[in-house]
T-cell receptor
């Protein structure tokens, strides 16, 4: 049972326009959410995160929105640039017991292509 | 540059062979992880180590073993490789709070 779902395997957007990537989760215990970007032949790199106590977090061109009641988060990229073309993974985690590690549960990813 | 280093980058194994994937981090992180990435499946956790001296199973541990050699190093061993273990393997590390992972560049493993 996938606890984190990215239902769109791919998305194409024109340069300069907004890219919106979506993610749904089922586990109500998740309290921290992250987006990672991955280029071919490289490891995922951290992009932006949001705690469940917030509903929005912004970092430059990237904004993550969290709707807890709908168990949905989205990543907005404005304006989109060709260099943003990559696979974007949504991830979620829950509080860990003392001395234990937070585990990230990942979605299946969305390939974003920004067309020049 | 500080980060997570994985070796080898590529490997081809025959069914039944064994191998160890190596991972080292120099960020003084307590926690380390091994994930595999398969098409349409995202990244799935194989094993993790919250801190030196501890290891725990993740979502897909069957067919793998791990060793947390010291704070810096966390290795993944395939005792008897199977074609189903063909995948890209990523090692990651984080502070104990786990607010964000740093990933290595991956090992592409093919089992024929």
């Amino acid at each position: 049972d996938q606890q984190v779902k990215q239902n769109s395997p791919s998305l194409s957007v024109q340069e300069g326009r907004i890219s919106i990537l979506n993610c749904d989760y089922t586990n109500s215990m998740f309290d921290y959410f992250l987006w990672y970007k991955k280029y071919p032949a490289e490891g995922p790199t951290f992009l932006i995160s949001i705690s469940s106590i917030k509903d929005k977090n912004e970092d430059g061109r990237f904004t993550v929105f969290l709707n807890k009641s709908a168990k949905h988060l989205s990543l907005h990229i404005v304006p989109s640039q060709p260099g943003d073309s990559a696979v974007y993974f949504c991830a979620a985690s829950r509080s860990a017991s003392s001395g234990s590690a937070r585990q990230l549960t990942f979605g299946s990813g969305t390939q974003l292509t920004v067309l020049p | 540059n500080a980060g997570v280093t994985q070796t080898p980058k590529f490997q081809v194994l025959k069914t039944g062979q064994s191998m160890t994937l190596q991972c080292a981090q120099d960020m003084n992180h307590n926690s380390m992880y091994w994930y595999r990435q398969d098409p349409g499946m995202g990244l799935r956790l194989i094993y993790y180590s919250a801190s030196e001296g501890t290891t725990d199973k993740g979502e897909v541990p069957n067919g793998y073993n791990v060793s947390r050699l010291n704070k810096r190093e966390f290795s993944l061993r395939l005792e008897s490789a199977a074609p189903s273990q063909t995948s890209v393997y990523f090692c990651a590390s984080s502070a104990l709070s786990g607010s964000g992972y740093t990933f290595g560049s991956g090992t592409r493993l093919t089992v024929v």
